[in-house]
Structures are given as C-alpha cells and as structure tokens.
C-alpha cells in the first residue's frame, strides 16, 4: 500500500553548488552580475511554481524482483540486481516537483529566455534530486521508529534507466507504485510527465551492500559515476546524514 | 568602433537590446545583410563559442549572448529571405527517444544558429522516425542525437539504421553526443560525427557540410 508524502518548498531547496555543476560551472565559481541575477530569478521562481510531493510503497524482495525485471530489458548483469535480493527492507517511491515548473521551463526556452530556463532546468533538477532525498530520509525515519534500522543499516536509491536498470522498469514500477496518485503519468516512452519528477527503489540493508564495484558493463559506458559519492558518503562513518542507521 | 563591431561587442556582453537596437540602425543605413550577419553577428557568437571552448565563460553567459543573437536575428531575418542569402546548412537535433535530457542539445543548437545554420529542434524523448522524417521533410543535411543516458544510446543507431534503410546515407549525415557517447560508439554504430562538447559539435557539423 502506498503512502503519498507531503514536502515542504523549504525542504528542495537545491544547493547552489549542485545547481552549478549541472551547468558544468565550479561550485565557488564568482559569477558575473548578469548571471548572478538570473540565478537569484530562476531560485525565486523555482521557489514559488514548485508544488513538490512524493509517494512510498513498501514491498518485499520477491515483489520488487517482478518490478525489477521489467519487460526483460536490463543488462544480465547490474548493481540493482546484484543489490536487492541481500537487502532487508525495500521501498518503491516517486517525487515531483509538479507541472508548473516544467510549464515555465519549456516557456522560458520558447520567448528564447535562454539563461533563465537553462537555469531554471538545472535548479529543477537540483530540487528534484532533493525532493527524493526526502522521500528517502521518510523511509529511515519510519524504519527507526519501528526498530528496523540497525547500527550497520545502509539506505541508498536507484532509478530506472541508471547503472543498467532499463528504462522500460518504470511500466512495472508505475502498475505497483500508482505515481498517478500524486500527479505524475508515464509516456510510452517511460519518460515521465511532469519531467521534474524522479523514481525509484530505496534499497535498506547492510552497508557493504551498496559498495559495488564499477566493472559492471553499465559501468563502462557510464561518464557520470554519479554514484561513486553516494556510496562513498554512505560508508563514510562520520556521515551525519541520517541515511545511515542509528 | 565601427557599427558591426558593436554589435558584436554588444552580442558579447548578452545585451539583447542593444544588439537589437543596432541590428536595426545597420539595416537602416543600408549595410548589406551578408556583412551584418557575418561580421556583427555570427562574429560575436564566434567569440562566445571560442571563450566557452577556453572555459572561460560558462553556459549562462552562452545563453545570454544567444538571446542577444535572436534580438538581432529577429531584426534581419526579413532582409535575408528578401535578399535570397541562405543558412550555411540545415540540421535536426533532438534528444534520442527516452532521454529528457536537453540541456547539452539545446546548447548545440543555439551555437549551430550562432554559426549561421537553420536549426530544426525536435525536443527531446524523439523517435527514430521522427528524426528521419524531419530531415527528408525539411531537407535538412545532418541530423544531431544527443544521449545522456547509458540506457538510451542505442537508440543512436536506430537512427543510423533508419537513415541507411530509407538510401539517404551521404545525403543526410549524422552526428552524436553526450556524456556516455563516444567516438569509438559513434564508429560502432555507424554515425558519421561525433562531438565531444558543443563547440566541437559545431566544427565537426561544418566538416559534414563542408564549410570548415
């Protein structure tokens, strides 16, 4: 059964790091006035159009299994695979920041405000991001409170799409989730509508887990490794975010 | 300074206005369209993309020296239909199907337009089909994928396949991109380019054209 998630504007607020890189500006990169105003704009404007949510589903490790394989189009071999089936405690989830933000983005692109809907997609996105930690730390906080957490617990989230779970995953995941509850519809393409949107599966279990080699042939293909830090941050025992168990 | 060179010098300060603004005073005195193109307008887009390629501007001051571009577009496009001067060559661009991402995409465009080509930009999450179907429909040259996304590359050479399937191969070339792509995919799967940032797209989209 699902649960749909209330989150508050001040807690996407996306960092003015994470909202650089994804414009490939370094973090402490001193911006000129004109595009310091236009970030300040695209921050304000974010702040008031996004109407963020999410959705959570606990399931277990035989059903996620049905999730995961989809329509049979991940690679043989992939992290999520690999993962799952030694984890203790699953969850499907899914986060929008709403249809006006993408609303404004594809405008701003059309009157060729070109910067501001730039920025405004990458702090989007920034948000987003955001919007599924929240959903994330949701799942910790529930699984303390009912004594699941353990003192070696790792929580990490992957996405369809990502280290070689195929797109297509999203069909399985939308029939079980039901995302449409909160707004968010699948294309037949399993992009999802609104575009500021992310999904996944949280996976709960040991740490070591989640420290996967990148030999897998996802891996190589992939230039991101955006999930090297994430693991790292996981395993890093000083870590003061709650993602690790208490 | 000379009018043209203010407004390259305006177009690369982003000052859409102005550039408007002058765009409009060189028509007025009658300079030729050709040099008012070349040498105000692609000529300050030229520097943005070459400082970019340096690092030493970002995407934002990109993005607002292309607005200031389109503000003087806007002015002279008119007198270059009527004048019969054409674009330096026609591509479709679109992030492949499945991939939302568009920001890199949207860059090549806007520096392809700042080099004086007609840019027809499907989006992003494009079919094979459409690709294809809007450069027979449009008579573009060379069709731009872009992929951002491990998971979505290989629609890439779907589109490869279709261009060959339907006998268009050396009439419309193809060229890729993205953070997962690179030059070694864009041989396996059979595309005739690859760029490995947008300024080099541009380069290489010229060399598909001839124009280098």
């Not at chain 1, 071999?77 to 690999?82: H, I, Q, R, Y």
């Not at chain 1, 929008?96 to 997609?121: H, Q, W, Y």
């Not at chain 1, 042939?217 to 890093?236: F, V």
């Not at chain 2, 595309?191 to 060399?207: I, P």
């Amino acid at each position: 059964m699902s649960e749909i998630l209330t989150i508050a504007a001040d807690e996407i607020v996306p960092d003015r790091a994470a909202v650089l890189d994804n414009q490939g500006i370094p973090p402490d990169e001193v911006l000129p006035p004109a595009t310091e105003a236009v970030y300040q704009a695209a921050f304000d404007l974010l702040t008031k159009v996004a109407a963020p949510v999410g959705i959570l589903a606990e399931l277990s490790v035989d059903e996620f299994a049905g999730v995961y394989r989809g329509d049979g189009w991940n690679e043989p071999s992939t992290p999520v695979g690999d993962i799952f089936p030694r984890s203790e405690h699953l969850a499907l989830f899914a986060a929008t920041l709403g249809p006006e933000v993408s609303r404004e983005i594809t405008s701003r692109f059309e009157s060729n405000d070109l910067a501001m809907a730039a920025m405004l997609d990458a702090a989007a996105s920034a948000a987003a991001d955001k919007a599924a930690d929240v959903v994330e730390r949701r799942f910790c906080a529930a699984l303390s409170d009912n004594g699941r957490m353990k003192p070696d617990t790792g929580v990490l989230r992957y996405s369809p799409g990502y280290c070689g779970w195929h797109i297509s995953g999203q069909g399985r995941l939308f029939k079980y989730l039901e995302p449409e509850q909160i707004g968010i519809s699948l294309r037949e393409t399993y992009l999802m509508d609104p575009l500021k949107s992310v999904s996944g599966v949280i996976i709960a279990g040991p740490g070591e887990i989640h420290d996967f080699r990148s030999t897998y042939p996802s891996c190589t293909m992939c230039e991101t490794h955006g999930c090297r830090q994430r693991i790292r941050k996981l395993l890093d025992q000083s870590n003061p975010e709650p993602t690790r168990g208490v | 300074m000379d009018l043209l060179e203010q407004i390259s010098e305006q177009l690369i300060s982003g000052e859409d206005e102005q550039v408007g603004k002058l765009t409009r005073q060189a028509i007025d005195q009658r300079l030729p369209a050709q040099d008012i193109l070349d040498r105000g307008l692609i000529a300050g887009m030229n520097v943005v993309g070459a400082r970019f390629k340096a690092h030493e501007i970002f995407l934002p001051e990109v993005l607002l020296a292309a607005r200031a571009m389109y503000a003087g577009m806007d002015q002279l496009k008119p007198l270059l239909i009527e004048e019969g001067i054409p674009p330096i060559g026609k591509i479709v661009l679109g992030s492949v199907q499945g991939d939302l991402h568009d920001i890199g995409k949207n860059l090549v465009g806007i520096m392809l337009k700042g080099a004086g080509f007609e840019v027809i930009d499907l989006g992003n999450d494009v079919a094979p089909e459409r690709f294809v179907d809007a450069a027979q429909k449009e008579g573009a040259s060379v069709i731009g994928m872009s992929a951002l996304l491990t998971t979505t590359m290989p629609m890439m050479k779907n589109v490869a396949d279709l261009v060959k399937q339907r006998g268009l191969s050396g009439k419309v070339k193809t060229i890729v991109g993205g953070a997962p792509v690179s030059a070694e995919y864009a041989a396996e799967i059979g595309a005739d380019a690859y760029g490995f940032d947008a300024a080099n797209a541009v380069d290489r989209v010229k060399s598909l054209v001839n124009v280098a």
